[in-house]
Every structure is written in C-alpha cells, then in structure tokens.
C-alpha cells in the first residue's frame, strides 16, 4: 500500500514521508520487547491506530480487517496514541515561551488588528459511549455524551494549548477555568509578556 501515496494517504490521512518520519519517532517505544516471531511490528501498531483516527471505524471492523482480537486492537490502540501523545506534545504542543508570546501578540495586531492579543481560544465536544455509572456527568447541552476538548492558536492557526478530557456536561466558562491553561493563565504562570502594546494594557494587566 506504501507505494502508492494517494491511496495509502486516504487510507491513514498521511503520505508516505510523514509516515516513516514519525515511525521513525515513536518506534523505539513501541517495540514489542517479547520479540515473539508473530509479534506485531512498530509499523503495524502506527497504521492501525492512524487508520482508526482517520476511519472513524470501530475497534472491531479495524480487528476483523487486521485478523487480530479485539481487545488486542484496543491495547495496541491505547498504548501507540499514549506513545504519539509523549513524543509529540514537547516538541508541537507546549506553552510559548515570552518572545514566542510577542510574536504571537504582533502577529495579531497586524494580521487581525487585535492589538494584545495571545490566542485564539474555543472548544469542540468529542462524542463518546457514556461510560458505565457515569449518569449525566458526560451528557452536553446538545443531547450526547462527549468529553470536551480546549484549545488555542496563534495567528497563523496554529495550536499552541490543547487539552482534552472535561466532562461534556461542564459549561465553557467552567471548562477554561479548570484547565491547566486557566488556571495557568489566572496565576501568571505562562511567561506572558505584561507590557503595554501601542500604549494600550494587555488584558491582563487591566483585570
């Protein structure tokens, strides 16, 4: 399948290169350490975990097509997405430091005149099985059960804070207010840059 890109980029939402770049990352620790003769590669362990996120398909069509148990698929599932999300967020997804965040602030004003502005901030609900016991603890505002994700961008659109894990009956307000990122924020712990931007305060100077 690697060897025609279009086809192996519909199957798992990557080309071929950004495939064997982040094997490349991810395979040392996904290695299986029992080195049985059947055991299932590194490579096979990314491709079924990159084609349930792009598929949307449930464990068990991924289990059938791939003649693995299910519970088999969800392990392998669990502990590759772990493995991507320990690699990864260090490197793509962490708290700018203070010239990152000026950067940000001037990008703002001269792409979108939002003169002291660090980020772009909203949130998505992700709809899950309600877990058993749990009531209307993950039940949301538009009648299915999810967890909730927050995230923010900079200017170009790109992620700086992402956080996912709320219960989706939780509010907005209440969501931001709880997360690392507010609560980060509140405390004046992200290195924010607090002086004035064409005279005018930052909002956090002005609360």
Known sequence: MKLDNDIFFQYVRMDVDTFNYLLSMVEPYLRNRKKKRDAISAEQR??????????????????????LGKPTVYSIIKRTCSVIHQVLSPIYVRPPCTPVW????????????????IGAVDGKHICIQSPPDSGALFYNYKKFHSIALLAACNHRYEFTVVEVGAYGSESDGGIFL????????????????????KKRKCPKENT
């Open 102 to 117: 000026r950067n940000i602030i001037k990008g703002f004003e001269q792409d979108w005149q939002l003169p002291g502005c």
């Open 178 to 197: 709880r997360s690392e990122f507010g609560k980060s924020l509140d405390e004046g712990c992200l290195n924010i840059p607090t002086e004035s931007v």
């Open 46 to 67: 990314l491709t079924i975990t990159l084609r349930y996120l792009a598929s949307g398909d449930d464990i068990l069509s991924i289990a059938i097509s791939y003649r």
